[in-house]
Structure formats: C-alpha cells, structure tokens
C-alpha cells in the first residue's frame, strides 16, 4: 500500500510561485495516476490536476490552466504541483491523490485510493 508524503505549502503572497511535493514511500507511483485536489474554507474538494503513470498526458481544471503544472519523477517516485501568478482565491488545503484505476488522467476525487496529509497554502493580498 502506497503512501503519500507531501511538502512545501506555506505562506506567500500574490503573485509568488510555490511548489508542492509529493512522495511516495511503500510503492511505486510508476503505477498510479496521479492529481492534486485543493480546498478551501467553508468550499467542497475541487480538481486541480492529473497526470498519467508516464506522465504523458495532464489534465487541469479550466480555472487553474496556465498557471500550474503537475511534473511527475517516477524515478524519485514523486508528483509535483508547481504553481504561479498565485492568486488569495488560491488559498486552500492541498492534497495529493494516487490511483490504480484509471489509466487516463482524471478529476473525480472518488476514484483516488491513497491520499496525502494535506498541506496549507495560503495566499496573501
């Protein structure tokens, strides 16, 4: 059974970069799609972005294309979520998802069977 370590996350302000990591221990995320998920306060669990085991295709939520991307290192058995241009609407928990199911990249939270802990990002005005 995998499980997901995630990094980074923190306080920043508009318009800042961040990176979050995600790494893998018990497995290895060569098998799973990946994605990232994202909530904010008092808001349901959005989609932010997939990506295939190879890492071939992604896949982003319309809101957030242009200013992330989800690189995979299957070698370092870690996904990432590079983010810019960071915006406060941004502020939220993050969280990295794996999945055996799916061969294509996909947003439904439902179908992730291990989940990491979550980090906090926030994003100052």
């Known amino acids: 059974q995998v499980q997901l370590v995630q990094s980074g996350g923190g306080l920043v302000q508009a318009g800042d970069s961040l990176r979050l990591s995600c790494a893998a221990s018990?497995?290895?995320?060569?098998?799973?799609?990946m994605a990232w998920f994202r909530q904010a306060p008092g808001k349901e669990r959005e989609f932010v972005a997939a990506i295939t085991r190879s890492g071939s295709i992604t896949y982003y939520a319309d809101s957030l294309k242009g200013r992330v991307t989800i690189p995979r290192d299957n070698a370092k058995n870690t996904v990432y979520l590079q983010m810019n241009s960071l915006k406060p609407e941004d502020t939220g928990v993050y969280s990295c998802?794996?999945?055996?199911?799916?061969?294509?990249?996909?947003?439904?939270?439902?179908?992730?069977?291990?989940w990491g802990q979550g980090t906090q990002v926030t994003v100052s005005s």
């Open positions: 018990g497995g290895s995320i060569s098998t799973y799609g």
């Open positions: 998802a794996a999945t055996s199911r799916s061969i294509l990249p996909r947003p439904e939270s439902v179908l992730y069977d291990y």
